[in-house]
């Protein structure tokens, strides 16, 4: 078996992302800013904060200041850079808030994170906490699953430890199920508690989770559930429904405190720093996110099921609805907004629309312990998300098509009724559901939530080895997926790989899975200076260049398999049908171009594979014998005839129609923030600008299409696609002056006063 995560470390070690390992610029901060939203005066108030950070920035763990006074801190380590640096943690500390006035927390580096301490099981259950949660189900019988009895049957495992925070994961498991639920042998049902308690504060914060999802006990289940919540537990429940239909693969969450529960408060997260990081692409910190955009945004969502068990939110059920939609994207408009403004109403909308992701009927839980996860002979798979190794020939389509596409012995085991639910998933159109709500977050379930996906897209593609396979590989093949799912499902892949927590045989496996599409990557588009070519993932190369390329001479880099099929819509007038074969939509190449540019920055070596194929957006934007306004068309011809690409951008262009080819103008969604083709376009070509053929420049056409780009303010209202270049030193090429006003706030750190003595964590 290859082991992602050495191979990793020697990638990262070499060739990854030289030009992105830059020392942090004395204008940004790593700050936060915590304010009061009570009214009232908050003393020592716990917090815990989900901060990722630059590579090199905080070499072991981090240590928080308060305006400039150092406090104790607890560092609960996630995942680390390539280089040990610490890039993601949560950080636990005590601040005072004044009532309705914030302070700010700034971070260096500290040589402990100060994790001794946790709390005991006998110290959670004892007197100092007003810990109680059950769940009931009512079906042919009253079932029950409470949290202080699995806690003392030591049924769980710590996400937090230390003096400052306790949180813990609350679950069995193993393969003894001990206290799964259901009214016949099967007992589907799997109860989870999250408990988060904070020395000092009675009350606790404790996650409700249900799931139906385990792979070889699959059935809707029916009941009615009552949540009680409290210590002594009450009567009256905090929440309850009736008849409700837990659909197979799908899960819920419920959030409360059990006992008091401290003064609200809003973090913001500090955009600025969050783009120096990497974790986010570059937005553009001119655009400034108006007060009507986030009113706008919060009444859209109170106008849905507002992501109540069961519920849409503000997703699209049908997720192949033609037409702009808000949850498209790198991320979902509402997302986006937040990050902008981090308006505590948004970030209401943020984490209600990413609990849906829970109710959409995706998700599996390997039951068998013979199953493998990383291809060992002893790393069973049991309790973890289904992998390609474990189920090999498992193809995760609508479960009514599963006997359809996946060999007998890899199916999921049906054992009782199941209704068809409105979820209509695919690659295509997929949206990233949870990777913002863990980032600012660190909720354990979002990050399951984003294994879960990730397991999926994997595992879409036919298997085998054809052309339009996915391989032992898990290759994302656009044959399921097509040219944009090719997109959003590696994302996904990769946000997983880059969160799972360092050690995990999930980072290991998501880690090796996102290198080998990428191999498979290179290969196809024939990179020969990459990281593959001549490497231990060389069969994969040769894979993608021999099979799935078949070997033949794409001079332009459409991103398309040749083995394409006659597609010019018969009513299309932008193409001439006698000069086309086939089409593609441009856009969807620019997604890719997105992914692979915002996977580089976060560590990935995407960089060979984005700049070969990037010269295709190149030529599309300067090159003379073609139409730079052709760049937000709907279709782009890309084959005079079966099996053929076009050879040149003449070619190209004379496969247009005689009205559309001298065009002067962009003629495609124009003012349209949601899915407009030159605002695609535009955030695409942010990463062109280190992109070079010949004469041409990438630098030049970014500076075409940014003086082009059709009414630019749209991007206000909705900055989805509002990316602009890095430049080495600083976060944007934009200079600082020129930044909203909220931005600016953030460009120096706050100074940093005596030390104040740091009392002993115990």
């Known amino acids: 078996m290859r082991k992602a995560h050495m191979a990793w470390g020697l990638l990262a070690g070499g060739v990854l992302l030289l030009s992105s390992l830059l020392a942090q610029p004395a204008e940004i901060n790593n700050g936060v800013r915590i304010q009061d939203l009570s009214g009232r005066n908050q003393t020592e108030r716990a917090v815990t904060i989900s901060r990722f950070f630059a590579q090199g920035e905080i070499a072991e763990f981090a240590q928080a200041w308060v305006e400039g006074q150092q406090v104790p801190t607890q560092c ?64 042919n019988s009253l079932l029950t699953a409470d949290i202080r009895q699995m806690i003392e049957a030591g049924a769980f495992s710590y996400w937090l430890q230390g003096p400052l ?41 404790v996650d409700l989770i249900g799931e139906n999802v385990w792979i070889n006990k699959v059935q809707d289940l029916r009941y009615s559930l009552a949540l009680k919540v409290g210590w002594p537990l009450p009567d009256a429940p905090a929440y309850t429904t009736n008849n409700l239909v837990h659909s197979a693969r799908t899960r819920w969450r419920k959030q409360f405190w059990s006992g ?85 109403d948004l970030l209401k909308v943020v984490l209600a629309n990413a609990d849906v992701s829970g109710y959409i009927p995706i998700h599996y839980r390997e039951g068998e312990v013979i199953r493998s996860f990383e291809g060992g002979e002893v790393d069973s798979a049991f309790g973890r998300v289904i992998s390609t190794y474990g189920r090999p020939r498992f193809v995760s389509r609508e479960i009514w098509d599963v006997n359809q596409f996946s060999a007998p012995a890899d199916r999921p085991k049906l054992i009782g009724p199941m209704v068809r639910t409105a979820w209509s998933v695919d690659l295509a159109h997929q949206p990233s559901f949870t990777y913002i709500p863990y980032i600012v977050t660190g909720d354990w379930y979002y990050l399951e939530e984003l294994y879960y996906w990730a397991s999926f897209n994997l595992m879409n593609s036919t298997t085998g080895t054809c052309d339009y396979c996915r391989h032992d590989w898990g290759y994302i093949n656009e044959s399921s997926a097509q040219v944009r799912g090719e997109a959003w499902g590696l994302r996904t892949v990769a946000h997983a790989a880059l969160l799972a927590p360092n050690g995990t045989q999930e980072r290991a496996y998501f880690h090796e899975k996102v290198l080998d599409n990428i191999a498979v990557r290179e290969g196809k588009m024939n990179v020969r200076d990459g990281v593959f070519y001549d490497s231990n993932r060389a069969p994969l190369w040769q894979w993608g260049r021999k099979i799935v390329q078949r070997d033949l001479d794409n001079p332009l880099s459409y991103l398309v398999r040749p083995q394409m099929t006659a597609n010019v819509p018969a009513t299309e007038p932008s193409i001439d049908k006698s000069k086309t074969f086939a089409v593609l939509g441009p856009w969807q190449q620019n997604f890719n171009y997105l992914v692979w540019g915002h996977m580089e920055e976060l560590g990935f070596p995407t960089g060979p594979l984005r700049r070969t194929a990037m010269r295709h957006l190149l030529h599309q934007l300067q090159d003379p014998e073609y139409n730079p306004y052709l760049t937000g068309a709907y279709l782009l011809p890309v084959a005079p005839a079966q099996g053929v690409f076009f050879s040149s951008w003449a070619g190209t262009r004379e496969g247009f129609s005689a009205g559309m080819r001298n065009t002067n103008y962009w003629t495609n969604g124009i003012g349209d923030a949601e899915h407009g083709y030159p605002y695609i376009a535009y955030a695409a070509a942010s990463f062109l600008t280190d992109v070079r053929d010949g004469a041409l420049q990438g630098a030049n056409a970014w500076q075409w299409i940014q003086q082009n780009l059709p009414r630019p303010q749209v991007l206000d209202d909705n900055p989805k696609w509002a990316l602009a270049p890095r430049q080495t030193g600083g976060v944007s090429e934009v200079a600082i002056a020129s930044w909203a006003p909220r931005f600016r706030s953030w460009k120096k750190a706050p100074p940093q006063g005596r030390k104040k003595p740091v009392l002993a964590l115990k």
Request: proline share 7%.
């Open 165 to 205: 925070c306790t949180q813990i994961i609350v679950e069995d498991r193993s393969p003894n199920q001990a206290f799964d639920l259901g009214w016949d042998e099967a007992k589907s049902f799997h109860p989870i508690f999250v408990a988060t308690f904070y020395p000092g504060w009675r009350g606790v914060k």
């Open 76 to 139: 609960d380590v996630k995942t680390r850079w390539p280089d040990g640096s610490l890039q993601h943690a949560l950080v636990s500390l005590r601040v005072s808030l004044p009532a309705s006035k914030s302070v700010t927390v700034t971070f260096t580096n500290q040589s402990s994170g100060q994790n001794e301490g946790a709390l005991t099981s006998e110290q959670m259950l004892g007197g100092g906490y007003e810990l109680g949660a059950r769940m009931e189900l009512q079906g």
């Open 260 to 344: 008091p529960e401290p003064g609200a408060i809003n973090i913001d997260y500090n955009l600025p720093y969050m783009i120096h990081s990497r974790v986010v692409p570059n937005f553009d910190l001119t655009k400034s996110v108006p007060n009507s955009a986030v009113s706008a945004e919060v009444a859209a969502f109170n106008r849905t099921d507002r992501g109540e068990i069961n519920g849409v939110g503000q997703w699209q059920r049908a997720f192949g609805t033609t037409g702009g939609r808000p949850d498209i994207g790198l991320f979902p408009r509402w997302a986006v907004r937040y990050l902008y403004t981090f308006s505590p």
